[in-house]
């Protein structure tokens, strides 16, 4: 069975290591699994990139200039992908012959008509992992609150538009002509995705499989704290919270609430003496130790799982602090790990995942003050052994394991193609 997947991104983003995660265990459940992707890194031949030629090169640049120009319509905090135009050439030879083709996170790299002429030209079963709003929206990859995609899109706040035949209605419009009738079966790690993919015009009438994200449970396991944090240099004896994000200056990642929650948690009194410290990953500013009311150490992008790993293994916890995230892939790693996990109820994945006392707290929604005292809960269970690496890491090995993934992602891929054959 020949499976092609596509991503715009590569494995250093959330979303590409997602990607990367399910071919890699598609491929060890015995699936012919390639990957193809805008610019590939490494070397590994089965994760193709885009030809090279000028023609391929040329209708990139062009996509690139138009999409460049759409982005200063936008509100500064707006994440956009029109429909548009696509950078990849469906027309280009693929590393194989697919009975399956599976999308992942394609803006801006394929759009709707491009989905339909690989339809025309393959006829096979479609798969796409939704991995935030943007496959069913206008352009919005994050809706803010917007919910005009349940219905047609236009005058689109994200563009600061007025008029309703604006590029939000032209995308949903022209992916409802493309897309109408190709047998697409959507997948998803969480129940976040599922609600707003039901919710949505385009995709309502579409069937939803919910497959959680696969973590590689030979990297993300326990580990002694004491050998995590002498390998990177932390300290001992301190309660250490562990956030963190690809961008931290992307409002829905929520910082000013990890911000808020921690200086909480600082200035109140505790049932522990240990000192507080912050370890916090991602782009930043650099410049935590002047708002935060504790030692911290920031460490940057960590490019690898292992020093991913290591990070949630020295934590005593790590906080997710999303207001608005289809299920971000740190809260699964973060349980394999054996490290509880304090986020907001109302996160993708914090519903699927967390289970307050026994693996972590779910606050509510936009309140760092319950942010805050989830905080102190945690700490203090962690302390206690209320809450546990056994108990932490159950949920994360009963479902999100590579294992687990491969396997419910074949089957499905098997039940599609019976499905089309019949």
């Known amino acids: 069975m020949r499976v092609v997947h596509f991503s715009a991104l590569g494995a250093n983003t959330g979303a590409g290591r997602a990607a990367r995660n399910i071919h890699d265990s598609v491929l060890s459940a015995g699936c012919d699994s390639w990957m193809l992707v805008e610019n590939a ?21 062009i996509a690139v200039r138009k999409q460049n120009a759409q982005q200063q319509e936008l509100r500064p905090d707006a994440i956009f992908s029109t429909d548009e135009f696509g950078r990849f050439d469906s027309h280009q030879d693929l590393p194989t012959t697919p009975d399956i083709i599976h999308l992942h996170w394609v803006a801006g790299f394929i759009n709707s008509e491009q989905i339909r002429n690989l339809w025309n030209r393959f006829q096979v079963p479609l798969v796409w992992t939704v991995m935030d709003c943007a496959p069913f929206t206008g352009g919005c990859h994050y809706t803010n609150g917007c919910n005009a995609y349940s219905a047609d899109c236009g005058s689109c ?19 409802r002509r493309a897309l109408r009738d190709i047998p697409i079966t959507l997948t998803g790690a969480t129940q976040w995705v599922a609600d707003r993919a039901a919710r949505s015009s385009l995709f309502s009438r579409l069937r939803y499989v919910k497959v959680p994200y696969g973590v590689d449970s030979n990297i993300f396991h326990p580990l002694p ?5 002498k390998a990177m240099g932390l300290p001992l004896d301190a ?8 961008d931290h200056a992307e409002p829905r990642k929520g910082m000013s609430y990890a911000i808020e ?11 522990f003496t240990a000192p507080l410290f912050a370890l916090i990953a991602g782009a930043s ?16 992008e960590l490019r690898s799982d292992r020093l991913l790993a290591t990070a949630y293994q020295a934590a005593d916890l790590f906080l997710c602090p999303s207001i608005d995230d289809a299920g971000p892939q740190m ?9 509880p996990v ?3 109820q109302d996160c993708g994945g914090v519903p699927d995942f967390i289970r307050t006392g026994v693996n972590g707290y779910a606050a509510r929604d936009r309140d760092g003050n319950d942010l805050a005292q989830g905080l102190d809960t945690v700490l203090n269970s962690v302390a206690s052994g209320k809450i546990n690496a056994e108990s932490c890491r159950a949920i994360a090995l009963q479902e999100c394991t590579m294992e687990i993934q491969g396997g419910r992602y074949k089957n499905l891929y098997l039940e599609l193609i019976k499905r089309s054959s019949s």
């Not at 309660?239 to 690809?246: E, K, L, P, Y």
């Not at 929650?261 to 049932?271: G, K």
């Open 225 to 229: 704290k004491v050998e995590a944090r």
């Open 342 to 344: 304090v986020a907001f």
């Open 41 to 61: 890194s490494g070397v590994d031949p089965r994760i193709a990139s885009c030809p090279s030629g000028l023609w391929p090169r040329l209708h990139r640049r």
């Open 285 to 300: 500013d650099g410049n935590y130790a002047s708002r935060l009311k504790m030692d911290c150490k920031e460490v940057g």
């Open 239 to 246: 309660q250490i919270v562990f956030f963190g994000a690809t």
């Open 331 to 339: 809260i699964p790693e973060s349980l394999m790990c054996g490290t």
């Open 261 to 271: 929650a921690m200086n909480r948690l600082a200035t109140q009194p505790r049932s």
């Open 157 to 175: 706040p994200m563009l600061r538009s007025s008029d309703f035949a604006d590029a939000s209605h032209r995308s949903i419009e022209s992916k």
